[in-house]
């Protein structure tokens, strides 16, 4: 079970103190890998007592860890925090099944009150890294550094996608519209739309192609390159003019120093996926020149 089921299934019977408690981790992050029970009652203002009934539970739930120094929030722990947070803000109402579990993360369908569609992605960078260094079993101390570590980097993956999100939101490219973000987390409006990887066939590849490199243009011209551009971070509609940009956390600013080598980057990968398999007959330097004369 991914940590986002383990996630769902006890958000339902967590109660009131143990999300007093997880608040304490989550805010703490930032400036404490582990806390001790005396800093967690502090912080919670809880009794002793509740505090240490409830970090036995949240410990058999496999939300928090216990070491010799004191306790530490898991990635399911977090996942939970998160989960509360958009359901209390009536963002979504229930979690659904995976819809992409890519490399960096796992996106789940998700649905509101009144049942509309949205995707929720949760961040997972470092998820290979953290598996290796489990498998060696290094010292306690180091895994537990690791996963401190790594829900930072992932809860700042998420800001930075959102903020990329909202700096594109008006320009007219069609990506995903970021509702909200609870730590590593962002809710998204659901695209209906498949990847262009798993495209054997279009009508007119040409007016997708074109679509695609007019949105990497707008981009540009709003000072963004996306930098992982590819088949796998595009999602296509019915209609050759549907075409959705996603996967924003690593795009860079114009004035990266990598930033022409980045949009090359970018225009060429498109450009040779479309040539390979819809035999769009492109040439790259055509293209980029496009990109950079619709600015
Ligand atoms: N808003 C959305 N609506 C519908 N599906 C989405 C949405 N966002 C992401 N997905 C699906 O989830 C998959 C993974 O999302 P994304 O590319 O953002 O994350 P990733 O971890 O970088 O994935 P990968 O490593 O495969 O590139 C996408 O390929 C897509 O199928
Ligand atoms: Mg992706």
């Keep these: 079970m991914s940590s986002v089921q383990i996630a769902a299934n006890v958000v339902k019977n967590l109660e009131r103190e143990d999300y007093m408690l997880l608040k304490v981790f989550a805010s703490g992050l930032k400036h404490h890998e582990t806390l001790t029970r005396h800093q967690l009652v502090d912080y919670s203002r809880l009794h002793g007592d509740v505090v240490?009934?409830?970090?036995?539970?949240?410990?058999?739930?496999?939300?928090?860890?216990?070491?010799?120094?004191?306790?530490?929030?898991?990635?399911?722990?977090?996942?939970?925090?998160?989960?509360?947070?958009?359901?209390?803000?009536?963002?979504?109402?229930?979690?659904?099944?995976?819809?992409?579990?890519?490399?960096?993360?796992?996106?789940?369908?998700?649905?509101?009150?009144?049942?509309?569609?949205?995707?929720?992605?949760?961040?997972?960078?470092?998820?290979?890294?953290?598996?290796?260094?489990?498998?060696?079993?290094?010292?306690?101390?180091?895994?537990?550094?690791?996963i401190h570590h790594w829900l930072l980097v992932n809860i700042s993956a998420a800001k930075k996608e959102v903020d990329m999100l909202q700096r594109l939101k008006d320009t007219g490219i069609s990506i995903p519209l970021a509702l909200y973000r609870a730590m590593h987390c962002i809710a998204m409006n659901r695209i209906n739309g498949v990847r262009l990887v798993n495209v054997k066939e279009l009508e007119h590849p040409t007016i997708v192609l074109q679509n695609i490199l007019l949105s990497i243009g707008i981009a540009y011209k709003n000072h963004i390159i996306h930098s992982d551009l590819s088949e796998y971070n595009i999602l296509v509609g019915e209609n050759p003019r549907d075409t959705w940009i996603i996967d924003w956390p690593q795009a860079v600013s114009t004035d990266h120093p990598n930033a022409q080598h980045l949009l090359k980057r970018d225009v060429s990968n498109i450009v040779r996926f479309f040539n390979r398999r819809f035999a769009a007959g492109k040439i790259v330097g055509d293209a980029l020149k496009e990109v950079l004369n619709s600015t």
Excluded: C, H, W
């Excluded at 993360?105 to 960078?125: C, G, H, L, M, P």
């Design 52 to 146: 240490d009934y409830r970090l036995k539970g949240l410990q058999e739930m496999n939300l928090i860890n216990k070491n010799t120094r004191g306790f530490t929030i898991l990635n399911a722990g977090l996942d939970a925090f998160a989960l509360k947070i958009l359901a209390e803000k009536n963002i979504i109402s229930g979690i659904g099944k995976p819809i992409g579990v890519g490399k960096e993360s796992d996106v789940y369908e998700a649905v509101t009150d009144r049942q509309e569609e949205r995707a929720v992605k949760f961040f997972r960078i470092g998820r290979i890294s953290f598996r290796e260094a489990t498998k060696k079993r290094s010292f306690a101390l180091k895994e537990q550094n690791n």
